[in-house]
């Protein structure tokens, strides 16, 4: 088999200018794009034969359930420990996020997500950790919702995907839309639904959203995110005709 | 006298659980994590979280838990601790529950509960088969509101370089590096706890996340904190191979009723359930893992000629099993390519847990006064053999024990750190900065990525199933001439920012002197004890150890000493899975 191409994108700073560099990875069944990289810690020599230094991206668990490294392989934004070497055509071409900061290389700053759950005070505000008694009955059909939604690892395919998140806009993205209606859901939710519903009725929030749906055909847990959008529209519409009234 | 500080360091169920009963007593905390905490390892426990909540029907009790736990366990666990974690356990899954985890449920909207190895309840709860990532996620939603109010400090992307330890050997804070800046910073604090899980990555390719080096807890036992029990390695049995890591196929899937076999004479072989007719394919990890390997090596029975035997669950309901199992099929699914509702799934043992780590008080307080430990970098619940969803209990309850015990400790102090602190701090963060300035100078022959694999290669085949003293003995010269590789090592990225190679030289290092640890206790116990399993020595010799082995760091490598183990509750007796326990007396 021939040697597997990859072309990396890489950054040595947040503020210096991007460049490209090939490599060529010796083939081997079962690579992902993870092990490609570790190939090139292995031996950090471009394709041209010259020295380099190896290429830096986030990664931990390496099967999908943190969230760590996504970026663009291949034009498409996923994590690269589920990218199949032999299911991708070749040249592999990896790229940064392009939505967050590049910290170096493939890894980029992602603070912004992480922020914005503390915006919509995406917690159930609990009494404490006593022993409290069991918690709340709830049906199965709720569970199932819930942990729809709760299987969002803060990956940021969704923000990456959207067209209105962008350096123009304050759109505050799929994911914390969808942790919202997760504690909303909860049967505590609504002793704090109206301060998280009022967060996402104001710049930034519900209203920004432009129904493209890029988000649901990218999100590599299929969280039901246009579902909860929907949502919180309606909890927002509701909000907006009490609140109307209560004036 | 200054207020109280509090570092916690690592960000998974354990870390998180200890910053919030500080937080939640008055205290505040600073957090320190290499990953943003809710990306850590937690999120890779799949099956569940243990507690005998009885909703079943089957008269489980707490006490049932403990004995179970404790018998799993091959009785090398305090027993103390772990009753207490056990009476603990219902309290635990309702506060999990009222914190939002989305628990499967019952057709009544209770906790639904399932079964898992070493036990003939169903004791675990669960989410869909994400349990440990649904747990973390409830847990950091929780800190992040302590965040929002100020109590607690995120030092993210940020890496434990040691202890900072006073004239009198007292904790009196951290030194860590920034991982982006590449600074070496001095923080001080009136204690600290260590909640940095476990060493997979020694072992080169683990079921464990590539941030699980051990580096942490190596560091400080190079400090002087004992090393407990190190050689009590766990093997899972099933996990799928991968060039980069090992995936885990959950326990739980053989709780819902997956089955293991291979091919026998044209035939398939259960051979679990032939083996141990009492608990079949759901004995615990260490019995089950032993049983793949005399299939696949001793028997020449693996699938296809190749080092695997089938997880079956092909004979249950689709639906079921996508809700139940969803989480942890969809990882084959995704990395094999073959839908485990249709195809048995092909499998193989990986190492998974380290029942070692830390010594640890009843208090968690390391043998560095002023200095905890928390999670699966303690040693302090599972004896020689954890039973699965055991970890997610002791990581939460740990914590529970951990951040009060922080609290009373540091109240307890004559003097504050702040107070104490003088001219030790900074000469010790100067140390550690010039440590990295040397690892930046280095310009040898040596790749530090080919050192790490050739660890691993050795770790794994040598110190895992099946250990064989001559074996151990030149594991331990390997890693030693490994270690005067380290030395010759040449740097191939110099940069001044995020540089991921400077940071894993001196993880390689620390990985090293543990892998000395797991190996030496390994070779110096003649026995076979749970996870822990010699040919040559195939009986359990409770006369020469049931005991504790601990271990010393000196510079000519680990010095073992052995303490004895509280069997005050339940007296030990012979573990075996082909019959039915018998009552404990």
């Known amino acids: 088999m021939d040697p597997i191409q990859l072309r990396v994108k890489r950054q040595e700073r947040p503020d210096n200018e991007p460049y490209w560099e090939e490599f060529a990875i010796p083939y081997r069944a079962g690579h992902n794009v993870h092990s490609l990289l570790m190939e090139v810690q292995l031996r950090p020599v471009r394709a041209d034969g010259t020295a380099t230094a190896p290429v830096v991206w986030d990664a931990s668990c390496l099967e999908e359930v943190c969230g760590s490294c996504t970026m663009f392989v291949n034009g498409k934004i996923r994590q690269a420990c589920s990218a199949l070497v032999d299911s991708l055509s070749r040249p592999i071409v990896l790229e940064p996020m392009k939505k967050f900061p590049v910290v170096r290389d493939l890894a980029v700053d992602r603070s912004r997500m992480f922020e914005s759950l503390k915006r919509v005070k995406a917690w159930v505000p609990i009494d404490g950790t006593y022993d409290l008694g069991p918690g709340p009955r709830i049906s199965e059909e709720d569970q199932q919702y819930a942990y729809a939604l709760s299987r969002c690892m803060t990956c940021g395919c969704c923000l990456e995907a959207c067209p209105q998140v962008n350096s123009h806009s304050e759109f505050i993205g799929p994911a914390a839309i969808g942790q919202a209606v997760l504690k909303n859901l909860h049967p505590s939710g609504p002793l704090t639904k109206e301060e998280r519903t009022a967060e996402l009725m104001g710049v930034g929030g519900i209203v920004d959203c432009s129904n493209a749906q890029n988000c649901v055909m990218v999100c590599p847990k299929e969280v039901p995110l246009t579902r909860a959008i929907g949502d919180m529209g309606r909890q927002a519409t509701k909000k907006f005709f009490r609140d109307l009234f209560r004036r | ?133 649904q747990m973390l996620y409830a847990l950091d939603e929780q800190v992040r509101r302590f965040e929002a109010e100020g109590k607690v400090r995120k030092f ?298 050739q660890l691993g290669e050795w770790m794994t085949q040598h110190v895992t199933v099946e250990r064989y003293n001559k074996n151990l003995k030149r594991t331990d010269d390997k890693i030693i001439e490994l270690k005067d590789r380290w030395g010759r090592i040449g740097l191939n990225d110099r940069g001044r920012w995020l540089n991921q190679e400077v940071s894993f030289v001196r993880q390689l290092w620390n990985m090293l002197e543990l892998a000395r640890v797991i190996t030496l206790g390994a070779l110096a116990r003649d026995e076979s004890r749970g996870a822990h399993y010699k040919p040559d020595f195939p009986q359990r010799d409770d006369a020469k150890f049931l005991k504790t082995t601990k271990a010393r760091w000196t510079s000519d490598g680990p010095e073992l000493s052995y303490e004895d183990v509280d069997v005050s509750l339940i007296r030990p007796r012979v573990r075996k899975y082909d019959t039915e326990k018998s009552v404990a007396v």
């Open chain 2, 1 to 133: 006298m200054a207020e109280q500080r509090y570092i916690v360091v690592g960000g998974g169920l354990a870390g998180l659980m200890t910053t919030i009963k500080i937080c939640e007593a008055g205290g505040e905390v600073d957090l320190f994590s290499v990953v943003p905490v809710k990306r850590s390892h937690s999120v890779c426990a799949q099956g569940g979280i243990n507690a005998a909540v009885n909703t079943k029907g089957e008269g489980d009790s707490t006490a049932i838990h403990f004995d179970d736990t404790v018998y799993g366990g091959d009785f090398l666990a305090n027993q103390p601790p772990v009753r207490a974690m056990c009476d603990n356990g219902p309290a635990i899954i309702f506060l999990l529950d009222r914190m939002g985890v989305p628990f499967n449920r019952t057709s009544e909207g209770l906790l639904d509960f399932r079964r898992f190895g070493g036990t003939k309840h169903h004791r675990t709860a669960f989410a869909g088969a994400t349990t440990g990532q």
């Open chain 2, 156 to 453: 993210e992307t940020w890496e434990f370089v040691n202890a900072l330890l006073d004239d009198a050997g007292v904790c009196r804070g951290i030194v860590a590096l920034d991982l982006r800046r590449m600074e070496v910073q001095a923080f001080v604090a009136d204690a600290v706890a260590l909640a940095t899980g476990g060493p997979g990555v020694v072992f080169g390719r683990s079921t464990n996340s590539i941030v699980n080096t051990g580096t942490a807890a190596s560091a400080v036992y190079q400090q002087g904190a004992y090393y407990a029990n190190g050689e009590f390695i766990q093997v899972h049995p099933t996990a799928i191979p991968g060039e980069d890591k090992l995936r885990l196929i959950s326990e739980s899937v053989r709780g819902e009723g997956g089955r293991m076999w291979t091919v026998r004479d044209g035939k398939p072989w259960y051979f679990l359930e032939e083996m141990y007719p009492a608990y079949g394919n759901l004995v615990p990890r260490d019995i089950a893992s032993r049983a793949v390997f005399k299939v696949v090596f001793e028997m020449g029975l693996g699938v296809d000629g190749q080092n695997a035997v089938y997880l079956d669950v092909t004979h249950k309901d689709p639906e079921e099993l996508t809700r139940k199992l969803g989480g942890v099929l969809e990882i084959y699914e995704k990395f094999k390519g073959a839908d485990p509702r249709v195809v048995p799934m092909k499998v193989f043992p990986a190492m998974h847990y380290s029942m070692g780590g830390l010594w640890v008080d009843y208090d968690q307080m390391t043998s560095v006064r002023g200095l905890f430990a928390v999670g699966e970098v303690d040693y302090q619940y599972h004896g020689a053999n954890r039973l699965g969803a055991n970890s997610l209990l002791s990581c939460l309850y740990g914590g529970m024990v951990c951040g009060p015990r922080m609290l009373a400790y540091a109240k307890g102090l004559k003097r504050a750190a702040a107070d104490a602190a003088n001219g030790f701090v900074e000469h010790q963060r100067k140390r550690q900065a010039d440590v990295y300035e040397r690892i930046y100078r280095m310009d040898g022959t040596e790749n530090a990525y080919a050192i790490w694999r």
